[in-house]
Nanobody
Framework: QVQLVESGGGLVQAGGSLRLSCAAS????????MGWFRQAPGKEREFVAT????????YYADSVKGRFTISRDNAKNTGFLQMNTLKPEDSAVYYC?????????????????WGQGTQVTVSS
């Protein structure tokens, strides 16, 4: 079992930045690929970014490419999502997830563990 806890969400003006953290406990975090997903009110959950277990490979949704950066520190069992140049359409609950495979994935069905989410609100 892996427990995930997100933090770092909040209210920010358009153009601002936030850094989300995902603290993992339980099994060795380094054995899992990680992803970030988000869900806005009335919309389906969507993929944001994913990273391999080593951190050497990453993949982003087109909507965040060039603005968001996913990373991880396996020694600290923590993953991160640096979000820059935020837009109102980035407002959502952001979830981190871990999958029992070392390769990354943009498919939420392939993730085994999920955090409770953290709210990000971007004002215009």
């Amino acid at each position: 079992q892996v427990q995930l806890v997100e933090s770092g969400g909040g209210l920010v003006q358009a153009g601002g930045s936030l850094r989300l953290s995902c603290a993992a406990s339980g099994r060795t975090f380094s054995g899992y690929a990680m992803g970030w997903f988000r869900q806005a009110p009335g919309k389906e959950r969507e993929f944001v970014a994913t990273i391999s277990w080593t951190g050497g490979s990453t993949y982003y949704a087109d909507s965040v490419k060039g603005r968001f950066t996913i990373s991880r520190d396996n020694a600290k069992n923590t993953g991160f999502l640096q979000m820059n140049t935020l837009k109102p359409e980035d407002s959502a609950v952001y979830y981190c997830a871990a999958r029992s495979g070392r390769t990354y994935s943009a498919n939420s069905d392939e993730y085994d563990y999920w955090g409770q989410g953290t709210q990000v609100t971007v004002s215009s």
